[in-house]
DNA sequence: TTGAAAGCGCTAACAT
DNA sequence: ATGTTAGCGCTTTCAA
């Protein structure tokens, strides 16, 4: 690897002028010096060492990105397009960190970016805690968090990037209420984070909407294991027991997310019960696997590429201009539909359980 | 942040002093020295600056991971559980670039991870030029690949960690004849890499010792799409049309990974076959998401975390010693069976095309 | 047993 | 328009 004074040598001018080029003061520089320069560099196949600069300035072109575990489906789709937009648009790289939901591994994975002078993280967690986060960001980090609303009337020097979640649940319900059904039921592994807290409100507001809040359930269980990347499937299929056995048996379940409802999916199989003939099933997420189900799954697809594009500028944006207030940004949903939703079996509909459609509150 | 010249005022010795406890150098120094030294770092929660280190010593503790998309389950979790590794087991961090399969982009990384002086890279690639690999070994990286045996008689100055292809292909192959199935194919995505090629060898190895060599076709298709994350399953599906159509139609599928084995199943299905009653289905990689296809995908197992952990010993080790030369280490996989394979329907065994088992050759 | 000092490759005043 | 130089935070001889 040759260095500044190699090129400088090379070239028959000072390092400075070297420098120079290579941050773009080239204004008042004779044409010519600035040619033999360029042809020095790339004759020696020149490329700064990156330490050094970040030893000078403070700054180096990366960004670490947390998340709970790349195997989930969910995190390698986000983290592909946060990796392909910050690389392609703006030149960074990504360090990646897996946390497991583990506190001391988020603390730990702070330490080393600022100990390697990466000044820009992406975070998604979903502890309840919050206070680490922020102590991060009073010892220098830059940090926009992904699916997880400021927490209203805290401080947060942190950008805060996510769907609409009341929306999404609301679409999800709405369209199973539209396709006739009247037991409702949203299906999530426990512990309320501040996404899933909207996304009951918002799959009960669809119900209260049409008249039905007394005929929508949430449904709550956790993984025996303790961080799998299966623990959210596992989730479902566990409950899809429970709701199988369920009286009045809701039709028509909201999964908090895709891979929770490929648990659903597959325990309903598991007890006999058929999707969509017995039971409609919707997701949110839209994963490209939701297509390869049995049923293919109906979901609420996030707006992943849009929002990935956002959470890199952002962080990119303040560390340029540490003076730009942290902010909200909000992506709408919209409803994919396949197959996992069908009108309830006649049955449910004949039930005593079953309100009239719109009937008044 | 405080520096070691902070450290070293605050304890009230020299920065030598402070580096040499740093670094291990600790044997002929006074236990009451040290005692002030450990304490003074913790005082100041000091944590030495990694890019200076770096720019001195020209070491770092990060590993460059180079995967065709992160957003493909197999690579999420082979991801995973190399950065786990690193982190838990080294204390290294990972830099992860995304290169879709194309050549620039993996040169691109090379080059970045060089500038920022990072010196180990683990690559998972599938293209079919090895050049610029042994390009950028030559200009300072320790490289592994996985899952891509070095070609026969090359230099390879690259460790290669894969699984025993051949063995998994004729495992596969070998548990649908033990099932009774005699019509055979292999389903993979065009273009061979090396390991495809294995696969294939394996598959024909285990027909052809069952006498079912003039039986057991490969079937081979590429995606629309240039480079998509669906792209396997999506060349699944679109086989399954063509394998429906085929006769004598295979009644036993070996898929050349699980993602491709999902299309399989989603592709069968829209024709109207049904799996495992008119085709049988096994896949290769033991994704968690196989227990959750309908039917649950039977599979041959890698064991990922083994081999990550080997992956990551390996660049760490080289990156200490040079002169430990590059090896191969393949991992056996393992048979998992689930609800895909059953034995071939009647109509299929009767047919004239099937040959008698075991007949001689 | 500890300290002084040179230097890793770069940037950015400041000089010229 | 270009050159000189101090210094970013650390490691490591070498000297004391």
Redesign the interface.
């Known amino acids: 690897?040759s260095t500044i004074a190699d090129v400088a040598r090379h070239a028959g001018v000072s390092v400075s002028t070297i420098s120079n080029v290579l941050n773009g003061r080239v204004e008042r520089m004779r044409a010519e010096t600035l040619e033999r320069v360029r042809a020095a560099i790339s004759a020696l196949d020149y490329?700064?060492?990156?330490?050094?600069q970040?030893?000078k300035t403070g700054q180096?072109p990366?960004l670490g990105?947390l998340v709970p575990?790349?195997?989930?489906?969910m995190?390698?789709?986000i983290?592909?397009e946060v990796?392909?937009s910050a690389?392609e648009r703006h030149g960074y790289?990504?360090?990646?960190?897996?946390t497991y939901r583990n506190r001391d591994k988020e603390v730990g994975f702070f330490?080393?970016l600022?100990?390697?002078?990466v000044r820009g993280v992406i975070v998604i967690s979903s502890l309840a805690d919050e206070r680490h986060f922020e102590q991060a960001v009073q010892?220098?980090l830059v940090m926009v968090s992904y699916d997880r609303r400021a927490t209203p009337g805290a401080s947060s020097a942190i950008d805060h990037v996510s769907v609409d979640n009341h929306e999404a649940a609301r679409l999800a319900a709405a369209h199973l209420i539209e396709r006739g059904h009247r037991e409702l039921a949203f299906v999530t592994a426990s512990g309320l984070t501040m996404s899933r807290r909207e996304k009951i409100r918002g799959f009960r507001s669809a119900a209260a909407a049409a008249g039905l809040a007394a005929h929508a359930r949430v449904i709550d269980g956790s993984a025996s294991s303790d961080y799998?990347?299966?623990e959210m499937?596992d989730v479902g299929?566990m409950l899809a027991a429970r709701i199988a056995a369920e009286r009045p048996r809701p039709t028509g379940l909201v999964a908090v997310n895709d891979m929770l409802a490929?648990?659903l999916?597959?325990g309903l199989?598991d007890a006999g019960l058929s999707v969509p003939g017995d039971v409609s099933v919707i997701g949110m997420d839209g994963l490209?696997?939701s297509?390869?189900?049995?049923p293919?799954l109906t979901t609420v697809r996030l707006p992943v590429p849009a929002m990935a594009r956002t959470i890199v500028e952002r962080v990119i944006g303040r560390l340029a201009d540490p003076d730009i207030p942290a902010g909200e940004f909000l992506f709408a949903p919209e409803l994919e539909s396949r197959g996992s939703v069908a009108p309830p079996p006649a049955s449910a509909s004949a039930s005593a359980s079953a309100p009239v459609r719109r009937r008044r509150t």
């Open positions: 690897m490329r700064p060492n990156r330490a050094a970040q030893l180096t990366m990105l575990s790349i195997a989930n489906p995190y390698g789709y983290a592909r990796e392909t690389q790289r990504v360090v990646l960190g897996n330490d080393d600022l100990a390697h002078g010892r220098g799998g990347d299966s499937a299929r490929y648990g999916l597959a199989r490209f696997l297509s390869l189900m049995s293919a």
